[in-house]
């Protein structure tokens, strides 16, 4: 039974920076895609950053700069530092994970239903 469990999550001032982390079990991070995800109120789920083989990362043209997902294969864990907060960044933060052959490479890592795993996600609020 696979669950991934998000944490780190809260209120913040504009420039303000949050570290979000995400704690999965019955999954190796090492062997899975993975990824953050965001929805906003009123808006689409979309990926913001990916995690790939081979310490390969994504990130969205919105948070790039400003976000670092870090996969941390011996504590099997995956975070997200974000810095340099806009209230545009307001929403419910996920951790996703999807299998290899889904695909994790640059055509594939920003599609949200290609992801088979989610966390309850972790409500991050700028203001």
């Known amino acids: 039974h696979v669950q991934l469990v998000e944490s780190g999550g809260g209120s913040v001032q504009a420039g303000g920076s949050l570290a979000l982390s995400c704690v999965p079990s019955?999954?190796?991070?090492?062997?899975?895609?993975m990824a953050w995800l965001r929805q906003a109120p009123g808006k689409e789920r979309e990926v913001v950053a990916a995690?790939?083989?081979?310490?390969?990362?994504y990130y969205s043209e919105a948070v790039k700069g400003r976000f670092t997902i870090f996969r941390d294969n011996a504590k099997n864990t995956v975070s997200l530092y974000t810095r340099e907060l806009r209230p545009e960044d307001t929403g419910n933060y996920f951790c996703?994970?999807?299998?290899?052959?889904?695909?994790?490479?640059?055509?594939?890592?920003?599609?949200?239903?290609?992801?088979?795993?989610w966390g309850q996600g972790t409500q991050v609020t700028v203001s």
């Open positions: 019955g999954l190796s991070v090492e062997d899975w895609c």
């Open positions: 996703a994970a999807k299998p290899a052959e889904r695909g994790c490479g640059v055509d594939t890592w920003y599609r949200p239903d290609d992801y088979v795993y």
């Open positions: 995690s790939s083989f081979g310490d390969v990362t």
